[in-house]
């Protein structure tokens, strides 16, 4: 799938996963922003990845080529898991008399969740590897994580660098 249109669908399930949690805790406004930022702004981390990997050597195409894991041969996706997921609903549970607070953190805890759903049946790996858990025991490395067809493109790539 070409990355407008993975990045239209995160967008257009983020707003809308946003409005409900919104509309739910009656407060659409906060809602809209919360499913923006836990739904769309999480992929951040690619751009992250892809600094650290290559410093300010900014290359557009590349980067919308995922690169940035296959040079490294690590993928770490800092933002991607479903421990944060946890974590704030168990905040959430904690604060939840501070009825914003716990707008903010459940509607966060949910858009995230989704943008993990979509993301495992877009790029078809199962919802494991959104755990960061499981990733650290597999060494973040690209190798292990990544289905072979994907790796295998890694190794063209390398070669294609040292031409
Ligand atoms: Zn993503």
Not at 58 to 84: C, K, M, T
């Amino acid at each position: 799938m070409p990355l407008p249109l993975h990045l239209l669908i995160h967008l257009t399930l983020a707003l809308s996963t946003g409005y409900i949690a919104g509309k739910h805790f009656k407060n659409i406004k906060v809602g809209l922003i919360c499913g923006f930022l836990g739904g769309f702004l999480i992929d951040l981390d690619h751009v992250l990845e892809y600094f650290l990997v290559y410093g300010f050597h900014f290359n557009l195409v590349y980067f919308f080529q995922g690169r940035q894991f296959l040079l490294s041969d690590q993928i770490h996706l800092w933002f991607h898991a479903w421990e944060y997921v946890l974590f704030l609903l168990f905040l959430a549970i904690i604060l939840k008399k501070y009825k914003l607070i716990e707008t903010i953190l459940v509607t966060v805890a949910l858009a995230i969740s989704v943008h993990l759903l979509s993301d495992s049946l877009i790029n078809q790996y199962p919802p494991k590897f959104y755990s960061l858990m499981y990733r650290a025991e597999n060494n973040f490395s690209a190798a292990k994580l990544m289905r072979p067809e994907d790796y295998q493109k890694n190794l063209e790539w390398k070669k294609e660098l040292s031409l």
